[in-house]
């Protein structure tokens, strides 16, 4: 019996890692993919220290996002460990 509801809490802590993971990834594919390509023309209309916002998120704007993407990551993980007892102490 232990050994069964022990495999059910870990499979709930990796459908909910997995659930973190795709919905970051998506965040990410839209911001780099939608906003670089997409949406280039629109977010051109808008600049930024003299730099048009489409050029901007193509140039640097992916990459800050999906650095900031790592560390939400990160705390969501340490959040979710700690929830299912498996964080380092």
């Known amino acids: 019996m232990e050994k069964n509801t022990q495999k059910k809490l870990m499979d709930r802590y990796w459908k909910k890692n997995l659930s973190y993971l795709s919905i970051l990834l998506i965040i990410w594919f839209l911001v780099?993919?939608?906003?670089?390509?997409?949406?280039?023309?629109?977010?051109?209309?808008?600049?930024?220290?003299?730099?048009?916002?489409?050029?901007w998120f193509a140039q640097q704007g992916s990459i800050y996002v999906f650095v900031a993407l790592i560390f939400v990551y990160v705390w969501l993980m340490n959040k979710l460990d700690k929830e299912f007892d498996v964080d380092e102490k």
Request: proline share 0%.
């Open 32 to 55: 780099s993919y939608g906003a670089a390509i997409m949406f280039v023309d629109t977010l051109n209309t808008i600049k930024i220290g003299g730099f048009k916002l489409g050029f």
